[in-house]
């Protein structure tokens, strides 16, 4: 299983930012996809996590309504958009499978996860 993250990137608060993550060696179109993300010091927080088709999506309070998770399934690609970022939001983010159809409860705590991209807001 290889997951690869990208577009995190610098930018201000009330940025945007999108991220993607491509998969490959899984059945990414059987699977929900989510992403979490680690900041120093802090524990793994589940951002989003979207269900295999895409028909059930769960966000952290803390991100509701200004991120939007979606998934290409042709191409195995999770996105998640990001919106009015704030200061809180600055970690590590990575993208992971519960390897279910749906998400469940602690699906961020376990699978596999790529190497993250960096979110960084400057205030």
């Known amino acids: 299983v290889q997951l690869v993250e990208s577009g995190g990137g610098l930018v201000p608060a009330g940025g945007s930012l999108r991220l993607s993550c491509t998969a490959s060696g899984l059945t990414f179109g059987h699977l929900a996809m989510g992403w979490f993300r680690q900041a120093p010091g802090k524990e793994r927080e589940g951002v989003s996590c979207?269900?295999?088709?895409?028909?059930?999506?769960d966000y952290d309070d803390s991100v509701k309504g200004r991120f939007t998770i979606s998934r290409d399934n042709a191409k195995h690609t999770l996105y998640l958009q990001m919106d009015s970022l704030t200061p809180g939001d600055p970690a590590m983010y990575y993208c992971?499978?519960?390897?279910?159809?749906?998400?469940?409860?602690?699906?961020?705590?376990?699978?596999?996860w790529g190497q993250g991209t960096q979110v960084t807001v400057s205030s």
């Open positions: 979207i269900s295999w088709d895409g028909g059930n999506i």
């Open positions: 992971t499978t519960p390897m279910t159809y749906y998400c469940s409860d602690s699906w961020y705590l376990s699978g596999n």
